[in-house]
């Protein structure tokens, strides 16, 4: 099972988040836990600012789900709308190939229907 924990250092009074696993120890037979460094709490909106994999600061918020796992999400609201303009263009694209490829299909069985008429004549 895992879940996210919130460890606040009293010395700085900033707020660090953790993935935290608990599994059993198959030495002792006792539960243990592993945790895992997400990353800081912005103290404003309590999002998790990620740790950088370089090792130098990461400002993209991490934003929790309803189950209360962490997803990393920091799209831009520019960078949706040419997402979204780009799937639109892309759907057009391919209505456009689909009436293409039917057309092609009709041509096709027209074409088989010629051919079986010539060789039953």
């Known amino acids: 099972m895992s879940c996210i924990v919130y460890i606040t250092n009293k010395n700085t009074n900033t707020k660090y988040a953790y993935r935290s696993e608990s599994y059993r120890d198959p030495v002792t037979k ?31 918020p991490v ?23 780009q799937l639109d263009n892309l759907q057009k694209q391919q209505t456009r190939v689909m009436q293409e490829v039917s057309t092609v299909n ?8 010629e051919i079986d008429q010539l060789e039953q004549s």
Do not use: F, M
């Open 30 to 60: 006792k539960p243990k836990s592993r945790r895992t460094y997400l990353g800081r709490v912005d103290p404003e909106t309590n999002e998790i600012i990620p740790k950088a994999a370089n090792g130098k600061r990461n400002r993209t």
């Open 63 to 85: 934003q929790s789900d309803s189950a209360g796992t962490a997803s990393s999400s920091g799209i831009s609201p520019q960078t949706v709308k040419s997402l979204q303009k």
């Open 106 to 113: 009709d041509l096709i069985a027209e074409i088989r229907k």
